[in-house]
């Protein structure tokens, strides 16, 4: 593995399924002379389904009801 020019790397995707590295996680980096360490932040974890909703929160352009929208997914 090898670190760009502007200091990225790639972290294989089943190293991050195991540490729990979801997009948008914040992570800290820490060295102790000899190892680079790298963490989730502690701190409140959010799940990927709270920051989904989070992120599609407020995007919608139409106003329709609960109803109506049950109505329309059952048309067919």
Avoid: C, N, W, Y
């Amino acid at each position: 593995m090898r670190i760009t020019s502007k200091g990225q790397v790639t972290i294989p995707a089943d190293i991050r399924a195991k540490a729990g590295l979801l997009p948008d996680t914040e992570v800290e980096f820490s060295f102790d002379g000899q190892v680079v360490t790298l963490r989730p932040t502690p701190g409140r974890k959010e799940s990927r389904g709270a920051r989904l909703v989070r992120q599609m929160r407020g995007r919608g352009d139409v106003a329709l009801s609960t109803d109506a929208i049950m109505a329309l997914t059952r048309k067919g």
